[in-house]
């Protein structure tokens, strides 16, 4: 299903990323009494400004062809295949820590994107997706006729 | 998968650190051929510039520094994971040849070759018929 919600985290939209920190620390002290699902990889940070939103995601040591992004309305979709090394007869694994495989998520928008002006970057293991407001979207002012 | 497994590992500071950021311990993978070790870590957020790989008498030491990953006129609403630096360190065996040691980083992926020394290489003996 979807995730996560942005909108509840809407009522700290102004405040200063410390503030979700503190958030966050307290969440987790309390994680096991109430936390039964688990977290959806991999994770994400939603930067927002007027009319967009950033959404950022650490995926180390992936091709930019093995990550497929889409946009449908306002549901974004991240997914794509990390390869390990190729390891041929005889070569043993003595420690395997990395996440590795098929990940898929979908992360639903405060409003709907334009899927033709959707931009994605990757550098450094850092994917970043701009998606801007769809303009039919935009809140309208209407004018009051006396 | 647990909550545990997903999430950035924080290091636990052994000692004071001057820098006010956390410190996370990247995952590594680590494996072996018959010539040589690989260590692999994930270390998203850093590129050749901004990693280091140390090595003192045995104790080899990998380390990044991340910029913190604020977006310019954007506020955060969000946030499942945290950036900050990563360290890690690793005892070697002395089987390694310290001198031929190659590290490589793509897409904030360290690679580290360590290869084996000459002497310690696996080697077939030939059994002579008596």
Request: charged residues 35%; glycine residues 4%.
């Amino acid at each position: 299903m979807f995730s996560p919600g942005i909108w509840r985290m809407k009522r700290f939209a102004d405040s200063v990323p410390e503030i979700i920190d503190l958030q966050r620390e307290i969440n987790k002290l309390f994680t096991h009494v109430s936390q039964s699902t688990t977290p959806d990889y991999p994770a994400v940070n939603v930067w927002e400004k007027e009319n967009s939103l950033i959404v950022m995601t650490e995926l180390p040591g992936m091709d930019a062809d093995d990550i497929d992004i889409s946009v449908t309305g306002a549901v974004l979709t991240i997914s794509g295949t990390s390869k390990s090394d190729p390891v041929k007869e005889g070569e043993t694994y003595l420690r395997q820590e990395r996440e590795l495989g098929h990940f898929q998520r979908n992360i639903e928008l405060p409003f709907q994107a334009d899927p033709k002006e959707v931009a994605a970057k990757y550098e450094k293991g850092i994917l970043t997706i701009t998606l801007p407001r769809m303009k039919e979207d935009l809140p309208k002012k209407i004018k009051i006729n006396v | 998968m647990s909550e545990k497994d997903l999430q950035k590992t924080e290091n636990k500071a052994a000692t004071e650190r001057i820098r006010n950021v956390k410190t996370f311990m990247p995952r590594v993978d680590i494996y072996q051929t018959k010539e040589a070790l690989f260590l692999v870590a994930d270390m998203p957020g850093i590129d050749e510039k901004t990693v280091d790989v140390e090595l003192e008498k045995n104790i080899l030491t990998i380390s990044g520094r991340v910029e913190n990953g604020n977006v310019k006129d954007h506020s955060l609403v969000f946030s499942e994971y945290e950036i900050g630096d990563y360290e890690r360190t690793f005892t070697l065996s002395d089987e390694i040849d310290r001198d031929k040691i190659k590290a490589t980083v793509k897409q904030g992926v360290l690679r580290l070759e360590l290869p084996k020394a000459e002497k310690l290489k696996p080697k077939k003996i030939k059994i002579n018929a008596a």
